[in-house]
């Protein structure tokens, strides 16, 4: 019903900046929370951000505040993940996803209605 397809993950370096994208499509597409999320080798995968279907509401992990910044342009249906000041513990691979409920996204990742297929983000020293 609904698809995400995330793009901008690479490589760069400590301290440089990088943007992801992940557009959304699916006449199922209505008011959905979006969010971001990472997982690392051997670690679980993580929330990172999350903002609400109107884009008035935004939450971060404790982690990125401050570094971190998502946005949504609902005309284009496409969430935006800004990471600046990148340090290597954020590599990982960041995962797109939607839901109703901004609370799925924020607290429940088991509870997420539909993921993207993940993009790798490497932060080199």
């Known amino acids: 019903q609904v698809q995400l397809v995330e793009s901008g993950g690479g490589l760069v370096q400590a301290g440089g900046s990088l943007r992801l994208s992940c557009a959304a499509s699916g006449r199922g597409l209505v008011r959905y929370a979006m969010g971001w999320f990472r997982q690392a080798p051997g670690k679980e995968r993580e929330f990172v951000a999350g903002?609400?279907?109107?884009?008035?509401?935004?939450y971060y992990a404790d982690s990125v505040k401050g570094r971190f910044t998502i946005s949504r342009d609902n005309a284009k249906n496409t969430v935006y993940l800004q990471m600046n000041t990148l340090k290597p513990e954020d590599t990982a691979v960041y995962y797109c996803?939607?839901?109703?409920?901004?609370?799925?996204?924020?607290?429940?990742?088991?509870?997420?209605?539909?993921w993207g297929q993940g993009t790798q983000v490497t932060v080199s020293s």
């Open positions: 996803a939607a839901d109703v409920s901004i609370v799925d996204v924020t607290t429940s990742l088991a509870a997420v209605d539909y």
């Open positions: 903002i609400s279907w109107s884009g008035s509401n935004t």
